[in-house]
């Protein structure tokens, strides 16, 4: 599991304005020294800072208020170095930091963690930031484990297995945030055989492909190297699927350009509280990230995306009381969805799987 100290041992050259890479981590470490011991815990899966410098902790899918409480100085120093260091990965090529203004809030990847927050300002009484942890590629979960913690059954597996890997289906992770998709997805990906070509786009390390024969590319919008960029240049190289970790708008339109010209088995995730709102939400990304001066019709956008897409798997997060008054979150696959077509402005589903 990554944690702070992770932060200081890439050294890079300086190609700042002011302040080098390693700088940069060192700003962040140390301004997050008070919770670098909750950070190295392994149970712990992500740290939230209220504007009130409150610090709540995720263990094994449980949040509970710590008794730390992080200055405001500090928060602030961390998001402005993390804002600083959100261009090319290992550089100090990102944005500076500006109240008042969209620069106000800031959401990358820093040495293997998931950073957003936003300075005081956006919320009067502080700085808010919240730190996500993702596990080093061997500690990834598999499929087996997802079983194990009950996120699925076996039938339920050996199905996406089926359909993405094999069949080469199309498919759409949907869920909200931390409700398991990419971690799902992830674990399906784990069983691509190993002569296939794959390119993985993201925007912070987050899945761990064990295939051989893939390119890892990871996007820095702050710098102008976009996910949009990324497809595009993927398009022109030999991959048989394509991996994007997550759909945001700009690059739906030639995500599925993609998906329509021969890369089958391709596979996303996106933000939805249900199957059948990722494909609404998609549709509306798709119109967001249509060229200038192109227009299409819902219905004609609607017919496009069920050609493209095959496949749509919803995991769902819910809470539950437990014996000490505690609430614990549960991950599970709540549906799965064959997108048979679209017709008369609705998309014609089959469900594969739906939870009672």
Known sequence: MHGFDDLSQTR???IGRMLDAARLQSIISNSLRPIAEIMEEKAVTEIMVTADGRVWVERRGSIERSDIVLSETDRRLAIMAVAK???AEGSSTGKDIKAGT?????STGVGGLRFAGAIKGVDARGTTLAIRKHLDPEERPT????????MLSRDTADLLVRKIVVERQNCVFAGP???GKTTLANAVLMHLPSNERIGLIE???EMALRVEHKNCYLAAPASGLTAKVLVQHAMRERYDRLILSETRGDDTYDLLRALSSGHNGSVTTLHASSAAGALSTLELLFQMSLPPGVQM???ASQRYIAACINLVVFCSRSY????DGSDRSFRRVSEIVTVKGANSGEYDLEYDYRED
């Open 12 to 14: 890079s050259p300086n």
């Open 85 to 87: 260091h959100s261009g």
């Open 102 to 106: 969209q620069d106000a809030v800031v």
């Open 143 to 150: 499929l087996e484990q997802l079983i194990e913690w009950g």
């Open 177 to 179: 945030t931390s409700g």
């Open 203 to 205: 925007d912070a390390r």
């Open 297 to 299: 019709s819902p219905e």
């Open 320 to 323: 539950v009381r437990q014996d």
